[in-house]
């Protein structure tokens, strides 16, 4: 069947069928072609990094193949932690609220050591967000809802069982040998992103290393399906030496359909062919869940990770994208949520390039943003790895004498490190930041993800982040000069004149004052602020952001 002859409810079905969805291989007229067809853009990989990064484009009016070797959705839940500022780039792309809708929101976590709470944490605990801190969602059930959005969109077209065998990059792109079940065909690509994966077939096709550090421990992630009631609420728990699996910890997070995902960690010593066996996985659930409790196995994995990263991301005209690029531990949530934003932050850059509004500088500072954001989460990542699984006596010594003065001490749960969860990296160091002239309080600097607030527009109740443009915005608290309606690809946003700011949160959150201006970049990120702007300050400062000086 053609992909897009499936009716768009199959992308609503129950876990079961939307893992069994199957996407047709379908030959494409490249396939008989005398000559290899060019594209102005080819992603590999259907993922959620690669839907991302193919739906933004398309919305810009861009055409996109996207190529992936199989012809189904992930199999298990994989990925399922879907931070804040991901739905937020989802919002944008037409699938936010799906995702929201069929997920479970979750704000709050609870750390245990033994049997005995430690504390809690709040990751949104201020009202005024449109969106949770995290929802739980199966990668099956967001790739079904990026699919169907992709297939919604004209541009995009995506090739099922299309495997890349062969990569030649060129000045102009790069030349690629695909196999089909028909056979071998070319393509041309003016640019080619990889988003397939952190064994990356296009990495090692190129010679490219994504050097690193692996972590000498197992882990077992157990899917169970209860049949009744849990006393459990829908809450983040970990636990340090539990007495149901003692000596090591264990995660514990809901996702819908009433399936629990549960992690146990095995010590490296653990056989994975021998964990995996469902006769060995029930009877450590029973532990934890309780002899009585009905449940059945859905899925199960064992798994060993690394942090890792490539020393660029981008390699002339092919740049390398998510777990492609990077890749991090599973505590925080931080691979698929940075995959995500990884998409964002190239999808606009290569629309501007393409459109021939800026140079192809402007998709080269992708990869020092994206590093340095990469660099972060491997940070966060490698110790909250080491807090959780040390590897010497003195590191466990100094693990366990934290978790015990925690019970009591405000200081040592700020020690504490069950994994330091997903939050979008303010990225001071890009080239695209105009430097601050004034004085601001509060974190919105030149770098930082604009934060949302609650807004009214013409009496109806809307959020600031929805009411950004598709390019820049010049968000001017009060009235804009003439000269801001004058600027090439900004949207001029008035508030008080265009939106009002009813709880005067986003004044609160942008510590801003009549005349107040902050220019935001496509993808919601800070790059200027000003108290009183001027037509050459903003001028300059969209040169800066779009690569235009140097």
């Given at each position: 069947?053609?992909?897009?002859?499936?009716?768009?409810?199959?992308?609503?079905?129950?876990g079961?069928?939307?893992q069994?969805l199957d996407?047709?291989?379908?030959?494409?007229?490249?396939?008989?072609?005398v000559?290899?067809?060019?594209h102005?853009v080819?992603?590999?990989?259907?993922?959620?990094?690669?839907?991302?990064?193919?739906?933004?484009?398309?919305?810009?009016?861009?055409?996109?193949?996207v190529?992936?070797?199989?012809?189904?959705?992930?199999?298990?839940?994989r990925a399922?932690?879907f931070?804040?500022?991901t739905?937020e780039i989802?919002?944008?792309?037409?699938v936010?609220?799906?995702m929201?809708?069929?997920?479970?929101?979750?704000n709050?976590?609870?750390?245990?050591l033994?049997?005995?709470?430690?504390?809690e944490?709040?990751?949104?605990p201020?009202?005024?967000?449109?969106?949770?801190?995290f929802?739980?969602?199966?990668?099956?059930?967001?790739?079904?809802?990026?699919?169907?959005?992709?297939?919604?969109?004209?541009?995009?077209?995506?090739?099922?069982?299309?495997?890349?065998?062969?990569v030649a990059?060129?000045?102009?792109?790069?030349?690629?040998?695909?196999d089909?079940p028909?056979?071998?065909?070319?393509?041309?690509?003016?640019?080619?992103v990889?988003?397939?994966?952190?064994?990356?077939?296009?990495r090692?096709?190129?010679g490219l290393?994504?050097?690193?550090?692996?972590?000498?421990?197992r882990?077992?992630?157990?899917?169970?399906?209860?049949?009744?009631?849990?006393?459990?609420?829908?809450?983040?728990w970990?636990?340090?030496?539990?007495?149901?699996?003692p000596?090591q910890?264990?995660l514990?997070?809901r996702?819908?359909?009433?399936?629990?995902?549960?992690?146990?960690q095995?010590?490296?010593d653990a056989?994975?062919?021998e964990e995996?066996?469902?006769?060995?996985?029930?009877?450590?659930?029973?532990?934890?869940?309780?002899?009585?409790?009905?449940?059945?196995?859905?899925?199960?994995?064992?798994?060993?990770?690394?942090?890792?990263r490539?020393?660029?991301?981008v390699?002339?005209?092919v740049?390398?994208a998510?777990?492609?690029?990077h890749?991090?531990s599973?505590?925080?949530a931080?691979?698929?949520?940075?995959g995500?934003?990884?998409a964002?932050n190239?999808a606009?850059?290569?629309?501007?390039?393409?459109?021939?509004?800026?140079?192809?500088?402007?998709v080269?500072?992708?990869?020092?943003?994206?590093?340095?954001?990469?660099d972060?989460?491997?940070c966060?990542?490698?110790?909250?790895?080491?807090?959780?699984?040390?590897?010497?006596e003195?590191?466990?010594?100094f693990?366990?004498?934290?978790l015990?003065?925690a019970?009591?001490?405000?200081?040592?749960?700020?020690?504490v490190?069950s994994?330091?969860?997903?939050?979008p990296?303010?990225?001071?160091?890009?080239?695209l930041?105009?430097?601050?002239t004034?004085?601001f309080a509060g974190t919105q600097?030149?770098?930082?993800?604009l934060?949302d607030?609650p807004?009214?527009?013409?009496?109806?109740?809307?959020?600031?982040l929805?009411?950004?443009?598709?390019?820049?915005?010049?968000?001017?608290?009060?009235a804009?000069?003439?000269?801001?309606?004058?600027?090439?690809?900004v949207k001029?946003?008035?508030?008080?004149?265009?939106?009002?700011d009813?709880?005067?949160?986003?004044?609160?959150?942008?510590?801003?004052t009549?005349?107040t201006a902050?220019?935001?970049?496509?993808?919601?990120?800070?790059?200027?602020?000003?108290r009183?702007?001027?037509?050459?300050?903003?001028r300059?400062a969209?040169a800066r952001?779009?690569?235009s000086?140097?």
């Open positions: 069947m053609n992909p897009r002859d499936i009716p768009a409810e199959a992308f609503h079905a129950a079961a069928e939307v069994a996407f047709g291989y379908v030959r494409s007229p490249d396939q008989d072609g000559t290899p067809a060019r102005p080819v992603i590999v990989g259907a993922g959620p990094v690669g839907l991302s990064l193919a739906i933004d484009l398309a919305q810009r009016g861009q055409r996109v193949v190529l992936d070797n199989d012809h189904r959705l992930s199999t298990g839940s399922i932690c931070a804040k500022r739905l989802w919002d944008r792309l037409g936010g609220q799906r929201v809708d069929k997920g479970v929101s979750w709050v976590g609870k750390v245990f033994q049997d005995a709470p430690l504390y944490f709040n990751l949104l201020e009202e005024g967000h449109e969106r949770p801190a929802i739980n969602l199966q990668q099956y059930y967001a790739e079904a809802c990026l699919v169907g959005r992709a297939l919604q969109l004209p541009g995009i077209d995506i090739r099922w069982r299309n495997q890349v065998t062969a990059p060129r000045a102009d792109g790069a030349l690629l040998t695909i089909t028909d056979g071998p065909y070319p393509m041309d690509a003016q640019w080619l990889a988003c397939d994966g952190s064994r990356s077939p296009t090692q096709m190129l290393q994504a050097p690193g550090r692996t972590f000498h421990d882990f077992l992630i157990a899917d169970v399906k209860l049949a009744g009631g849990t006393n459990f609420p829908t809450e983040r970990f636990w340090f030496d539990p007495p149901f699996h000596g910890s264990v514990l997070h996702q819908p359909d009433n399936v629990w995902r549960i992690d146990f095995l010590g490296w056989d994975p062919d995996k066996k469902p006769e060995n996985i029930i009877p450590r659930v029973r532990a934890l869940l309780g002899a009585d409790a009905q449940f059945t196995l859905e899925w199960a994995s064992v798994y060993t990770f690394a942090c890792q490539m020393d660029r991301f390699h002339g005209r740049v390398f998510g777990d492609s690029a890749g991090v599973p505590f925080g931080r691979g698929a949520n940075s995500v934003q990884d964002e190239l606009w850059k290569l629309d501007w390039v393409l459109q021939g509004r800026a140079s192809p500088a402007l080269g500072t992708y990869g020092p943003e994206r590093e340095y954001a990469a972060e989460n491997i966060h990542s490698t110790r909250a790895t080491d807090f959780i699984t040390p590897k010497s003195v590191s466990r010594l693990r366990d004498a934290v015990q003065l019970r009591e001490h405000a200081f040592a749960r700020r020690i490190n994994g330091r969860l997903s939050v990296a303010t990225l001071h160091t890009s080239p930041n105009t430097p601050d004034d004085t600097v030149p770098g930082a993800v934060l607030a807004l009214e527009k013409h009496g109806q109740p809307t959020w600031l929805r009411e950004l443009g598709p390019d820049f915005t010049l968000l001017v608290f009060g804009a000069p003439a000269w801001a309606q004058g600027l090439p690809h001029v946003l008035q508030m008080g004149p265009d939106v009002a009813p709880q005067g949160l986003a004044a609160q959150r942008l510590d801003a009549p005349h902050y220019l935001v970049r496509p993808d919601q990120h800070v790059c200027a602020r000003w009183a702007p001027t037509e050459a300050a903003v300059s969209l952001a779009t690569a000086v140097h």
